[in-house]
């Protein structure tokens, strides 16, 4: 069982459209963390949220942690081809010293 | 600040052969992790260790898998006896104290094994 479902897994639109990517649990985070991992890379941190109900917004990137901590939500206005990538959701259950768990990610294609 | 350095950045190997890999973290952090990513995966946990003591290993690390970091400073990861399902990318990220603390990758270093 994945402790981090992210949907959709494949995602392809065309530059110009809004999208929402998922990333949902039935546990609790102490955090959750969003990265972008191009091929051949390794992931880049986008954002930190901790706080339910907390907001992020970086430039056409808009990241919302649950009020429960158990979900979060990814969304791009306007996506440009740049925005190509694996964007993948981590969380932090918190108490010991425990790595990041990752979801299995959203494969997002922006098509010129 | 380099950031994360992994070496190599590709190995081939055949089955059966040992294989070690390298990673240096940026120099102030204590944390340094080890994943294993498959293609069309998420990062899967494999270890970290805090300073040089090792404080989690995944029970997905079989005893084939042994990591050090000797010094607190650079680590290294071996696989003894590959296996062609060993082959992945494996990611080396390090990061300061703290639960949650953002996590800094290197760009890995891929394994084929044939």
């Known amino acids: 069982t994945q402790l981090l479902e992210q949907s959709p897994q494949f995602l392809s639109i065309q530059e110009g459209e809004n999208l929402t990517v998922y990333c949902n649990s039935s546990s609790v985070f102490s955090s959750l963390q969003w990265y972008r991992q191009e091929p051949g890379e390794g992931p880049v941190l986008l954002v930190t949220v901790v706080t339910g109900g907390e907001v992020k917004k970086l430039k056409r990137l808009t990241f919302q942690f649950g009020d429960a901590r158990k979900d979060s939500s990814l969304h791009i206005t306007a996506a440009q081809t740049g925005d190509t990538g694996l964007y993948l959701c981590?969380?932090?259950?918190?108490?010991?010293?425990?790595?990041?768990?990752f979801g299995k990610g959203t494969h997002l294609i922006i098509q010129p | 600040d380099t950031g994360v350095s992994q070496d190599p950045r590709h190995k081939i190997t055949k089955r059966g052969q040992n294989v070690t890999f390298r990673c240096d973290p940026i120099s102030e952090h204590n944390r340094l992790y080890w994943y294993r990513q498959t293609l069309g995966q998420g990062p899967e946990f494999l270890t970290y260790?805090?300073?040089?003591?090792?404080?989690?290993k995944s029970r997905l690390l079989s005893d084939r898998f042994s990591a050090e970091r000797p010094k607190g400073s650079f680590s290294t990861l071996e696989i003894q006896r590959t296996e062609q399902g060993d082959s992945a990318m494996y990611l080396c990220a390090s990061s300061l104290v703290g639960s949650g603390s953002p996590l800094h990758f290197g760009n890995g270093t891929r394994l084929t094994v044939t």
């Open positions: 260790f805090q300073n040089e003591a090792q404080l989690e």
């Open positions: 981590a969380g932090s259950l918190g108490g010991g010293a425990d790595g990041l768990t």
